[in-house]
């Protein structure tokens, strides 16, 4: 059974630009989460999508965004760059809102 | 607010030398504790998921324990490739099944 797959994994932006990430969930999972990892904050909670729904957000400005699609791929958008959003964007998918989180390899992002 | 915390920040062990990890969690309504490998440039892999106070869960050399304030991995008889970063993470009632994480504990075995 394939994993969780995310492209791109590697991606170097600007600041002030703005990126699109894509996630391709588990087969049969529907409940989508977004993660970003720091070395200083560690892993932390961006979103969670469920039936092409967001549920949940993180303590994250607006500048983040996403969405789920009908097949429960989903995608999520960060505009007007800062150099703190460099990090490693991860993507964690299950079956079900409250099932275990299978990860995916994630995107490392580079803002420069 | 959740808070966990990971104990110690770095372990390094002779390979055989069996050691544990600590997860300790102030949460309200613990709706599942998580515990998570990671390696170098990847994603975290699930190891485990406790629900309750006394329950244990063993997969290979790695045996995780919960308590009411915190879990622990014990890893017996370590190998070189059980070096990585384990992560804990809870979900509780209040958090609407967000993953809340601790910082890790980076394991490193030598041979």
């Known amino acids: 059974k394939a994993g969780v797959t995310q492209t791109p994994r590697y991606l170097i932006k600007t600041r002030g630009q703005q990126v699109t990430l894509s996630c391709s969930p588990i087969?049969?999972?529907?409940?989508v989460s977004w993660y970003q990892q720091t070395p200083g904050q560690g892993l932390q909670f961006l979103f969670e999508?469920?039936?092409?729904?967001?549920?949940n957000k993180g303590n994250f400005p607006g500048r983040f965004s996403g969405r789920q699609f009908s097949n429960s791929r989903s995608e999520m958008n960060v505009s007007t760059l800062e150099l703190g959003d460099s990090a490693l964007y991860l993507c964690a998918s299950s079956v079900l809102r409250g099932d275990e989180q299978y990860f995916g390899p994630g995107t490392r992002l580079t803002v420069t | 607010e959740d808070q966990v915390t990971q104990s110690p920040e770095a372990l390094r062990l002779q390979e055989g030398e069996s050691s544990s990890l600590n997860c300790s969690y102030t949460v309200s309504g613990l709706r599942g504790l998580f515990w998570y490998r990671q390696d170098p440039g990847k994603g975290p892999e699930f190891l485990f998921t406790l629900y309750s106070a006394g329950e244990e869960k063993e997969k290979e050399r790695l045996k995780a324990t919960l308590t009411k304030k915190e879990s622990f991995l014990h890893i017996t008889a370590p190998k070189p490739e059980d070096s990585a970063t384990y992560l804990c993470a809870v979900r509780t009632s209040m958090g609407d099944y967000k993953l809340s994480f601790g910082a890790g504990t980076t394991v490193t075995v030598r041979a």
């Open positions: 087969s049969g999972h529907r409940s």
């Open positions: 999508y469920f039936s092409e729904t967001q549920r």
